[in-house]
């Protein structure tokens, strides 16, 4: 096997009133979601891009422009088999993920089992071998005010 390789990913969206919910591949009853011009995933996208990243392929905004009206309100999840197509192509697959949410609501650990299983299929990587945690914003910044929403994520590639 060629040496792993290793990439980052990081998202935010806004948060609004009124919004569907969906993070990390699982709906939920909020009363805030995230605004994006897709569904506005943010744990997908910044999963997808540590995946790219780590690949060394184009970005998720320069593979699905947000100007491509085909996105709008798109099921994240579909980024993610565009993602895991070019990667089989690469010749390359997903060892491990890691994931931090930070939000103030929804609250994420109610999820996280779910969202660890939803990414682990549409990465195609072992359960145990994905991660998924939340994290507040201390009060602070666009996050701790509630007003958004942000992942970060790592993938590890052999
Ligand atoms: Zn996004």
Known sequence: MDAPRIGVGIDLHRLEPGRPCR????????????????????????????????????DLGTLFSDKDPANAARDSSEFCVEVMRQLREAKLRVLSLDCVIETEKPKIAPHRAAMRARVAELFDVPVDRVNVRGKTGEGVDAVGESRAIRATAVALLG
């Open 23 to 58: 993070i990390g591949g699982i709906d939920m009853d909020s009363p805030v979601g995230p605004v994006g011009h897709s569904d506005g995933d943010v744990v997908l996208h910044a999963v997808c891009d540590a995946v790219l990243g780590a690949a060394g392929l184009d």
